[in-house]
């Protein structure tokens, strides 16, 4: 059976970020689902147009085996503020789940609801809205089902952290490899 992902975007949501966790994710053989907290068709923070699949109000009443946030700014703003999406999310932490976000998310959104573990990363100017910043030089912070990663340029990372989580090493490593990315352990 395929890892069942929601991927949540808004307008101004970091393309670079969005896309490379939705592409990774699919490479790896998971079924995800971009869920807009707008309408269909957004904008995202460059001015890259993304169509998502559903609507987030499409998804409530849906389990997923992590929730996905990618960063950016108003988007951050606008996942926070999306009642539906905060309710999957503390369902989702509640339910022992995966849930990630990167960059403005981390701070933005799940500080904001108070879903952080005691240890996370974000975009570097927003370290301080984190409940403890003793791992916020980290690309990547793994801790009680909860991923989080820094910004654009450790996307690839979260990525593949997300398909080793979920889905496993080998494959992770599998599709590192077949996209030329180097792994160090």
Sequence with gaps: MATNILVAIADGSEELEAVTIIDVLRRAGAKVTVASVNALNITASRG?????DAQIDQCTGKEYDCIVLPGGMPGAEQ??????????????KQRGRWYAAICA??????????????YATCY?????????????GQRVVVEDRCITSQGPATAMDFALELVRQL?????AASVAEAMLVSQSD
């Design 48 to 52: 890259v147009k993304l169509v998502a």
């Design 79 to 92: 996942l926070r503020d999306s009642t539906p999406l905060i309710d999957l999310l503390k369902a989702q």
């Design 105 to 118: 998310a981390p701070a933005v959104v799940l500080a904001h609801h108070h879903l952080l573990p005691n």
């Design 124 to 136: 570097p100017s927003m370290a301080d809205k984190l409940p403890n910043s003793e791992k916020a």
């Design 167 to 171: 889905i496993g090493a080998d494959r």
